[in-house]
């Protein structure tokens, strides 16, 4: 896992001075969603507001932005739809990652005072790899344990690292995560 992939956070932005200033008020609304294959703009987001007692369809309705669907999570395209729509009143809240965000913010890519923040998920991890449930925990070790051992410095490592334009800056993490309800519930797993 790298650096800049520890705690993200999904953020829920609407309309300043709108109809929805909690989360609760997203009742009988539309939430716009990123493409369907983000974690942090569409399954996680739906996941974590379903814990907080809304369901999607149900309780809210969803307006998607499935441009960058295949990207596996760099869903920048569908993050400007979603804060597009907002703006213009298709939706009235938007689900979209922390550091887009802070991008927004910072680069001032909307008239100040425009969006508010609403609600904030608890942080996750954003990218890492993932495996079969029925993988041999010897063999995830194994994996581990040569990304362990990559080294910048080695120039046959560093086109690897290189891949995402950052180097890897945290310790390999093994465990096995079994819940894959939120993306199940999205209908994005494989069999």
């Not at 999607?56 to 920048?76: A, P």
């Not at 001032?108 to 993932?130: K, Q």
């Amino acid at each position: 896992m790298r650096d800049t992939d520890l705690g993200w956070m999904t953020k829920i932005v609407a309309a300043s001075g709108g109809p929805v200033a909690t989360l609760a008020d997203l009742r009988d609304r539309i939430l716009a969603l990123g493409s369907r294959d983000s974690g942090h703009a569409a399954i996680l987001p739906v996941h974590f507001i379903k814990r907080e007692g809304l369901a999607g369809g149900q309780d809210y309705r969803t307006l998607r932005f499935d441009s960058d669907v295949g990207k596996h999570g760099d869903t920048g395209t569908s993050e400007a739809e979603v804060v597009r729509a907002v703006l213009d009143g298709r939706a009235d809240a938007g689900a979209i990652g922390s550091p887009f965000w802070k991008a927004v913010r910072s680069e001032r890519l909307v008239p100040d005072g425009a969006l508010s923040e609403i609600w904030t998920s608890p942080p996750y991890n954003h990218c890492m790899f993932t495996a079969r449930p029925d993988l041999d925990p010897s063999v995830a070790q194994r994996f581990a344990e040569a990304l362990t051992r990559m080294s910048y410095d080695n120039p046959r490592h560093r086109a690897v690292l290189e891949w995402r334009f950052d180097q890897i800056g945290t310790p390999v993490r093994v465990g096995l995560v079994r819940d894959t309800a939120p993306s199940e519930r999205m209908n994005i797993c494989m069999p």
